[in-house]
């Protein structure tokens, strides 16, 4: 089973349409997940931490799910600018000094 | 406030030349480390460094050397460069650990070609 997994996309969905992405992880014993936003050709930016009681930003919602070992990202009122790779990101303790992992990221357009 | 400054963005290479990208911090963060990114493999975990003087290998070593012999400045080094590491690398920082710090900050990534 892979560390990290996400449904690779694309997600096309049209402006002003609500987009949720889940993502998967396998070990239990982990304690911080994020959510990064990376455009094309660019460095991936932190979007936003997920904590255990879920967390929003403005459009964007994230939820954590340990019993089923799922995060969450939403995002409402989807804009043109949201256009971007969501990578899904998680601390796997017990790698040796700790080591945040990386999903492989969810494309997602929004179309005109 | 510069942040990660990665160089060069874009490099060529011949198969068996060395060659080192630089990465340099000014935030004081303990955590540097390099990624590698490739079409459907995601960002993996070439190398890292928890402070000056440690370094510890990630995920995909081989091919690559990091020293950190000051707290701004992880370089990482290709040996003898081959095909297999075509990709695009990203060198990035954090205060370290908890969840709180360890928010990482990217370098603009570098483009490296090698024939």
């Known amino acids: 089973r892979k560390e990290v997994e996400q449904d690779p996309g694309p997600f096309n969905v049209p402006e002003g349409a609500t987009v949720a992405f889940n993502c998967t992880y396998s070990?239990?014993?982990?304690?911080?997940f994020f959510w990064y936003r990376q455009d094309c050709r660019k460095e991936p930016k932190l979007l936003m931490s997920?904590?255990?009681s879920g967390n929003e930003d403005g459009r964007f919602t994230a939820q954590l799910n340990r019993a089923s070992q799922y995060i969450s990202l939403l995002i409402r009122d989807s804009k043109l600018s949201d256009s971007a790779t969501y990578l899904c990101?998680?601390?796997?303790?017990?790698?040796?000094?700790?080591?945040?992992?990386f999903g492989k990221g969810t494309k997602l357009s929004v179309i005109p | 406030n510069a942040g990660v400054t990665q160089t060069p963005k874009f490099q060529v290479l011949k198969t068996g030349q060395s060659m080192t990208l630089q990465c340099a911090q000014d935030m004081n963060h303990e955590y540097m480390s390099w990624y590698r990114q490739d079409p459907g493999m995601g960002l993996r975990l070439i190398h890292y460094s928890v402070g000056a003087g440690i370094t510890d290998q990630g995920e995909v070593p081989n091919g690559y050397n990091v020293s950190r012999s000051t707290t701004e400045d992880f370089p990482l080094r290709l040996l003898s460069a081959a095909p297999s590491q075509t990709s695009v690398y990203f060198c990035?920082?954090?205060?370290?650990?908890?969840?709180?710090?360890?928010?990482?900050?990217f370098g603009s990534g570098t483009q490296l070609s090698v024939l």
């Open positions: 990101v998680v601390n796997m303790p017990g790698a040796g000094s700790y080591q945040l992992t």
């Open positions: 070990n239990s014993a982990s304690q911080s």
């Open positions: 990035a920082s954090s205060y370290g650990q908890g969840a709180s710090n360890e928010k990482l900050f």
């Open positions: 997920v904590y255990s």
